[in-house]
Every structure is written in C-alpha cells, then in structure tokens.
C-alpha cells in the first residue's frame, strides 16, 4: 500500500505512452495547483517494490468492518412521493398522464410490446433518485456535521444537482434546500424536489449563451415562460397546454452533451469547520470534460453524445423506436422519431439493488420490481463499458507469465463519477489441486483480501497502479484517491486538495494536449508505457508451472468500503441507514472475464 507518495519528475502527465514526453510531466508536478487544484507531487509515480505472497495459514483472516453491524440511531424515513405543484414544476405524476403506457394499447410500446414509456422508464434510474439516494445523503450530513458553520454552503451546493426543483424554486424566494428539508419537509417545493433530477426540470433547461462552461457546478438556467423543450419539430400544443400549462416547444440543445455539462462537472475547494475555503479548486467529478478530451466529441461518425449511450433511442435489441408520444386516444399524435428511452443507466447496481429491498426508507413510489430490472440492466451496461482480454499465457524463467489487457469502451474514463467507484482485476490460477495463485479477490462486504482473508485496502491507504504485479498482495485498482496538502487519504471532498492517485482508464482519443487535459490528466500510471484508454498488465507468477488454468475478471464496485469505514468513524443516522442498505450487496459487478489454459 501507499501512504504519501513523491514526485517523479521523470513521470508523463497523462501516461498515454512515450510520446505524451516526460518534460510535459515536470511542467505538470508545478503548474497543476494553477489549473486544478491538483497536487505537485504527481501521485505515486514511484512503484513500490512487490511484497512475498501471503502465506494463507500465517495469520487469521480480518474480521467484519465497523459499519456492519453498527448500533445506534437510524434516520426516520423520507416522506412518501407525492403529487406537487410549484410556480415553475410539476412532479412526474402529471407527466404520466401521458407519456406512461396503457394496457392494450401499443403507443409507447416497442415492436415486442415493451414498455418504452418516458416517465416508466425514468421512475428506477438513480437520476430519478438523486435526492432519495442514502450514500448523497450520508455523505453531504457527515460533510455537514464536520463544518457546523458551512452547512447553508454545502447544502445550496449539493442540492443544486440532487435535488434542482427545490433548489430552483426556493432560490427564487432567496431562500436554499437545506439537508433537515429533504430528510423531512412537506412543503411542495420539497416534495418536487425529492423527484431528483426529474422531467419537468431537465426539459425546461435553457442554453447557456456564454457556453457549457458557465453552467458547471448546477448553475444551469430554467425558464420561466412554462415552455417544455423536446427534440421534435412542430409538437402539438393543445393536450399539454390544457392538463398541466405547459407548452411543447422544439430545441435541439436537449440532445446535445452540453445538456448534462452543467452536473456532471463539479469542482470543489477544501473548506474548515467555519466554511472558510482553505483549498484550491479540485476536479472533484468531471465526466463531461473527460467526454469532451475524447474522439466522442468530435462531430461526425465517431462522434457520441452522452444521450446516445443513456437515453438510447433503439429498443432492447438495439431497433430503432418510434412511437406516438402520448396515450391519449384524442391526442392525434403521429408517431415520432427517435424516441429516446429514458433509462439513464450508469454502473450503481449495488444501490438499484439495495432500493429494491428498502421496505420503504427511500419514500419511492417506484416498485421493487423495477429497481431490480433496473439493476439488472444496469449490469449489462456495465459489461459494455470496457473488455478484458487475456493477451498471452506462457512459461517464463521465473515462473507463469500472463498479461492482461483492459480497454476502455466508454466516452470518458472508466469508472467515471464521484470517487468513490473502482474497477479492478481478479486473476485467479487453477491446477488439478486447485487454486494455487490468485490477486484481486474480495470478501463479503466487497473489501480486497489476499487468500489468507485478510484486507489489502483501508480507508488510510491505497493500492499504487502496477504495471508488473508479482505478489498476490499486489492488485491493480483503477479508482481515484483524494488526498489533502499532507498527502493523507481524505474520502470527503471537502477535505481534499489533490489527487493522489487517478489512473482510472482515460476515453479513446484522450490527450495532455486537448484544453480539458490538464483538467483531466491520470495520476498514479506516469510509469507505465502502455497505459492509456487501454493498460496491458504483466503478471509473473513465481513458482507456478504446468498445466493451469488460468481466470481473470475485470470488476466494478460503485462504492467502495473504505469510504463507509470512513463514515463509521463518526456516524451519523444516515450513515447508519446507508450502512443497512448496503450490508450485503457490495459484492462487485463483472464487467467481463477471459479463461485461458496454460500451454
């Protein structure tokens, strides 16, 4: 593991193979604090020497985290989903009326009668959740209970994106969503507000003029002349006008990726217990600059938005959907297309899972069915993201030689998001006795263990990206780890000044030299000749020969175990719910295997 990790000015800034030059890295180690609040000390370039196998009888295995079984106070449940009205929203109910399906009819429908329907196919994303989501809120009330005297601070930062309706309606008063609001207001502008990201909201998004640049942060534009924004020239007027007083208005801006640009692109500073910013600006998720320093943004046939792969406008099978927009019989609508599907899938199918099995806590009215199939397609997109090849297995002198290749399908870097989501490898050897050499496998509460059970990760320390592994001990993680100006491990982002690691896999096409670069540059990997938006890792497994069989899996978990151990330090009643959502379904999530015998 790595505690504080020194500078390498020999390293390259974005480890995007030799040509990427190791001077631009040095000019990196001192301007990165100038253009992203990044830390000089160009994170873990030095890659520590591998440690002897672990001897699996030596020591008995590590017992269960605090936050499994941790007693004390709960969080009372969120008020129930319920219809709203404010000045500018309505809640997804009166969207239902119709754009949900009918029984017996086929608007809305697919080729084989699946439901494709805006709102059904919204209600179990983890966007329609945002403000309902245990892991948000456990974190934004622990960032909350640190400051005491920051809490308006974080709270109109935070539910600015989570839950914009509140925070829009509100704000027009003067006023902020604050935490204590979401957990048990009853006002309609909270209610709203608890629909997260929700429909009424997302098509009423202006263009910014000034350009996508001026909205990160959730410092998006809604307008105020109640007019609904779709990608369809010539919308009927009438049937919306009269139900719910909007008007159906044509724009394009809401198929374009600088529609996601403003939430999906969040600096934050460090700040003390007074809400004093004590911290440069840090990248702390921006996924839609990682798109943007990708071939995905270019126009033409490589090009991609964010839409294409989250709202998909082909049905289960990949045809393509076109369908009449309402169920109403007396609406006259002709069929449309595209018609995009409203899944907004990611890779949180720990937390799709968990909101399945709630029993209530989250107020959803969404049905645990959904969640489950939510979960399930969330799995499959996951296996989408990114391949995992076995390049080549052969008898070497030390030992079994075996390199793995992991490419990145995404168009940004895989895991993307908030820190707390990793990918990583489990290779695992088999001969006729059986297991007799294996990295990267985890335990049941998702914590990477050695063979002996004992915990290789801790919320004070991390793996160092590996080129070459040659220990058990050693695993090759892809995450982002923030740091503070001492180079300590820090899970708050309101903590955090740096980056002490962020090799995770960069899109296609990703380079230092692109103006979002600097912004999106990998840390931990400089080392590494073959790194990229692909990373082949050398495996030499000293001692093994024969005939073996030889497994590696590529794994993603969207919430990684170190983080809850932070929370467990100082728990609040949120962390303690998030704790019980979780417990048992932070098993990771295949994103793809390869098997290979031994020659």
Known sequence: ?????????????????????????????????????????????????????????????????????????????????????????????????????????SVLRDAKGRDVSPVTTWRPSMMAMAARDPFYLAVVDEERTARPGAEALIDGACTRCHAPAAAVELGVGGETVTLPGLFSGVGKELHAGREGVTCALCHQLKTEPRGPDATFGGAFTVGDAREIYGPHRDPVTTPMRTFVSYTPTY?????????????????????????????????????????????????????????????????ADGAPLEAALSKLPASGLAPRKPLGRHLFLGGNVTMLRAFADDHGWSGASTPPSAFEEQAERTRKNLAAAATVTLTDVRAGAKGLEVDVRVENKTGHKFPTGYPSRRAWLHLKVSGPAGVVWESGRSDGFGRLVDRGGRVLDTKSAFLPHRDVVTSERDVVVYEAVLGDESGRVVHRPLEATRYLKDNRLPPLGASPNHPDGPITVSYGAERDGDFGSADTVHYVLAGVSGEVTVEVELLFQSVRPADLDMLAERPTPTARVLFDFVAGKLEPTVVGRATRASR
């Not at 020194?6 to 030059?21: D, I, N, T, Y």
């Not at 009372?76 to 309505?90: E, G, M, N, R, Y």
């Not at 009166?94 to 009918?102: E, F, G, L």
Request: charged share 20%; with cysteine; aromatic share 4%.
């Open 251 to 315: 724009s394009g801006h809401l198929s374009s990726a600088d529609a996601c640009a403003s939430c999906h692109t969040v600096f934050t500073r460090a700040y003390d217990a007074a809400g004093k910013a004590v911290g440069p600006k840090l990248p702390e998720q921006v996924t839609y600059l990682e798109w943007r320093n990708s071939i995905y943004s270019a126009p033409g046939d490589r090009g991609a938005t964010c839409q294409a792969c989250h709202v998909p406008t082909g049905d």
């Open 1 to 105: 593991m790595v505690g504080r990790p020194r500078c390498s000015r020999g390293g390259r800034a974005h480890g995007l193979r030799e040509r990427a030059g190791r001077a631009r890295a040095a000019l990196w180690c001192g301007a990165a604090l100038l253009c992203a609040g990044v830390s000089p000390s160009c994170a873990s370039a030095d890659l520590p020497a591998s440690t002897p196998a672990p001897d699996a009888s030596a020591a008995p295995p590590d017992g269960p985290p605090a936050w499994a079984s941790l007693p004390g106070e709960r969080r009372a449940p969120l008020p129930k989903a319920v219809p709203a009205i404010t000045d500018s929203f309505h809640t997804s109910d009166a969207c239902a009326q119709c754009h949900t399906v009918s029984d017996g009819s």
